[in-house]
């Protein structure tokens, strides 16, 4: 049984193009998390939600928007598609939040915009 | 200067040899976070400190709140344990590292 899923495992799309990934967990975490790694390997948090609330929103264009419908799912819809969007995005669960928890990632989403 | 900084950036050393991977922090923090980085890409949790030492097989994670200071320790390296190890601090906000590449050779 996976216990952090993403789909899809790889997204080619063309600029200006709307698209979504998807995250689920059957862990029973209450916490859950979206990342960004950019084309130099560099990790950074996007989002985090508890029991389907927003509790962490770092510098992300409004392009990005979370969306929780349980705590088991956490998707990530992103309009109007860059270049600059490029790059394998991570999501994560972990029972509490980052500051007192492990997280257990997804595989990743390789999204390729062109 | 970057709020998290790993050294080295890159190691290469023999199985068998004793390594250790450094993380410095300038800030406060609330808790660090070692993860690795396999070469396929997947992102695995090692450690969540908060304060002290902790040990899982071979791998130690230590922590030193008052020097800001983080180590993670890998004995008896083995050729399955190259891969890229991340830090990753939290206070107001959750900062990574770059990361550290190793390669374990045989």
């Known amino acids: 049984d996976t216990a952090v899923s993403q789909t899809p495992k790889y997204l080619v799309t063309q600029m200006g193009n709307d698209k979504s990934i998807k995250c689920e967990q059957n862990l029973g975490h209450d916490t859950m998390y979206w990342y960004k790694q950019d084309s130099k390997k560099f990790l950074k948090i996007m989002f985090s939600?508890?029991?389907?609330?927003?509790?962490i929103n770092e510098t992300v264009p409004n392009r990005f928007s979370p969306k929780s419908p349980d705590k088991a799912h956490l998707n990530l819809h992103i309009n109007s598609l860059e270049l600059g969007d490029s790059a394998v995005y991570f999501c994560a669960s972990s029972q509490d939040g980052f500051y007192t928890d492990t997280q257990y990632f997804g595989p990743g989403t390789r999204l390729t915009v062109l | 200067k970057n709020e998290v900084e790993q050294s080295p950036q890159n190691l290469t050393a023999q199985e068998g040899e004793f390594i250790t991977i450094n993380c410095s922090y300038s800030?406060?923090?609330?808790?660090l976070h070692w993860l690795q980085q396999h070469p396929g890409g997947g992102i695995v949790s090692l450690f969540m400190?908060?304060?002290g030492k902790k040990k899982h097989g071979r791998l130690i994670a230590t922590i030193n709140i008052q020097e800001k200071h983080s180590s993670l320790h890998i004995t008896a390296s083995h050729p399955r344990d190259s891969a890229v190890y991340i830090c990753a601090v939290g206070y107001d906000k959750i900062i990574f590292g770059k990361g550290t590449r190793l390669h374990i050779l045989p």
């Open positions: 400190l908060s304060s």
């Open positions: 939600y508890n029991n389907k609330e927003l509790i």
């Open positions: 800030v406060g923090i609330s808790a």
